[in-house]
């Protein structure tokens, strides 16, 4: 396994070498390492180093610091980032070591959670406290030499993930690597060796003590990286998935077993291979938004269909229908309502058997690319299957969701497309910090706007305030809509959350 010079990015290589001109030891570090053993395109490039973070600053014009758990450096270089990070020995290590000074035994501390990470150390001490033995690779850049402190080049050559030490402690240590082992399976084509495959589902369960932020966050990486539909295939595989989302999980493996549930599987399948070809050739990787619509699109994919004209009020049918999933995942305010406006955006997007309809003006809308995206996955999934094509919900001729639907068609304004105040916080909003300046219309304006006489309202609002869409036609799309209506008063999700009612029945 050779790197050649001329794969490693010219400005991370000024980094490492702008580090070394002020003798400081400098390498490539982690998954470019690995990426580039392993003959792939690394997403990114970080640096590891003997400078600590306020040095690094002072050598760097271009450097914000960033972190309060672990401090390192962001280097930029126009939208690009090259991450540095300081030598850092094990924590935990140095914790046992003051409790053996003060008389504490490690019986009496059970709890191996990592929560501070700011221990400098030594090049070798900083490679054995990473996760993985494949991610503890550092590249020298003078010499051409990968430097393998944990046996990493070994395990690459065997391609599979194995934790650095004891996995029953990394696992304890941060509960996250195990989903990270996922990603990395998935993404590389590797193994989980058999003892860390063991502790990942023997721990599994601590995942509830992170931050959700950072199983949120981690979940979105397993979408993002290439590898969505194999890293979601393997959370079903482990149990994992049933942990994170109980009924996606049950969803995707048959329960209950009927003929909708079956295409909104395949349609999922299908669209998560879609986004893995998209994210492939596009070097902008797909944002949040975007992947929580990939995943909440199968059981709203007829309803959306251009030619539908049996709904009589889609922004309220998906709203409600995507609400458990975002309150459940915790999905920032702005990731929540690009998702729900992408989804409704589609349905204009698509071609119809209405040429001459008239659509709404969307170019210039910040939802209009990601949804273009999502309508050029659909189109590649359905192309490929056809049998996974929509399949339009038409009212009877006369009645008065036929009616709606065609004004809403020969509009040019899209109500359900306006922005939502999304997951309403009861907090006060002050006036007159639109964008319009003072007293014009905006996030911080509380005039009403929107909704039934103007009410801004937001999406959980929408699916409490308003009744629920009425579909006419199939019987199975009654059901089908009936599973998206359903609500919980409170959010489930504390490292055990869920994508929720369009895959199944609800279980609260």
């Known amino acids: 396994m050779q790197i050649a010079p001329d794969q490693i990015d010219p400005d991370a290589a000024k980094v490492v070498q702008r580090l070394r001109r002020y003798d400081h030891a400098a390498y490539l570090v982690g998954g470019c390492v690995r990426d580039l053993l392993l003959g792939l395109k690394p997403k990114d490039f970080d640096v590891v180093t003997s400078a600590t973070p306020p040095e690094i600053k002072r050598l760097f014009r271009n450097c914000r610091i960033i972190g309060r758990r672990f401090r390192l450096a962001h280097i930029f270089f126009g939208s690009k980032i090259i991450e540095t990070s ?19 035994s490690e019986a009496d501390n059970t709890d191996l959670l990592i929560r501070r990470d700011n221990v400098f150390g030594t090049p070798e001490e900083d490679a054995r406290r990473r996760d993985f033995t494949i991610n503890g690779l550092f590249y020298d850049l003078e010499t051409g030499n990968v430097i393998d402190h944990v046996n990493g080049l070994t ?15 990394r696992f304890r240590e941060d509960p996250v690597r195990i989903l990270r082992a996922v990603k990395f399976a998935a993404r590389c084509d590797l193994t989980i060796e058999p003892e860390t495959y063991r502790r990942m589902m023997e721990h599994r369960s601590e995942i509830a003590k992170c931050a959700q932020a950072r199983v949120s966050e981690e979940f979105y990486r397993l979408l993002r990286a290439g590898a969505a539909k194999r890293s979601i295939e393997i959370l ?9 989302s109980p009924e996606l999980s049950r969803g995707l493996k048959g329960e209950p077993e009927n003929d909708d549930a079956r295409l909104r599987r395949a349609r999922l399948w299908g669209y998560l291979a879609a986004l893995d070809r998209s994210t492939s050739r596009r070097p902008v990787p797909p944002s949040n938004s975007l992947l929580l619509a990939v995943l909440l699109l199968p059981p709203l994919r007829d309803a959306l269909d251009p030619d539908s004209s049996g709904v009589r009020d889609i922004g309220q049918l998906v709203a409600q229908g995507i609400q458990p999933a975002l309150e459940r995942l915790k999905a920032s305010r702005r990731d929540a309502e690009l998702a729900r406006q992408i989804l409704l955006a589609i ?9 001459r309809r008239k659509r709404p003006h969307l170019a210039g809308r910040e939802f209009f690319d990601e949804a273009l995206r999502l309508c050029e996955i659909i189109s590649e999934a359905e192309a490929q299957a056809p049998e996974l094509g929509g399949r339009p919900i038409v009212a009877a001729e006369g009645s ?22 999304t997951f309403e916080r009861g907090r006060r909003r002050r006036r007159g910090r639109g964008p319009g300046g003072p007293g014009a219309p905006g996030v911080g304006d509380d005039r009403p706007r929107g909704g039934p006489n103007g009410d801004r309202v937001s999406v959980a609002a929408a699916a409490v305030r308003y009744p629920a869409p009425q579909i006419q036609g199939l019987d199975s799309l009654l059901a089908a809509a009936s599973a998206l209506v359903q609500r919980s008063d409170r959010p489930a999700f504390l490292g055990t959350g869920s994508f929720g009612g369009p895959w199944s029945t609800r279980v609260d």
């Open 236 to 244: 079903v595989e482990t149990d994992l998935l049933e942990l994170l």
């Open 155 to 169: 395990d690459l050559e065997a391609r599979v993930v194995r934790t650095i030490g004891d996995p029953d402690i």
């Open 86 to 104: 300081t030598f850092r020995a094990n924590p935990r290590e140095l914790e046992e070591e003051e409790g053996e000074i003060n008389g504490a």
């Open 347 to 355: 349905r204009y997007i698509l071609p119809s058997q209405q040429p």
């Open 400 to 421: 008065e969701a036929a009616a709606v639907g065609e004004g809403q068609d020969g509009d040019d304004f899209a109500p359900e497309l306006e922005p939502l105040d």
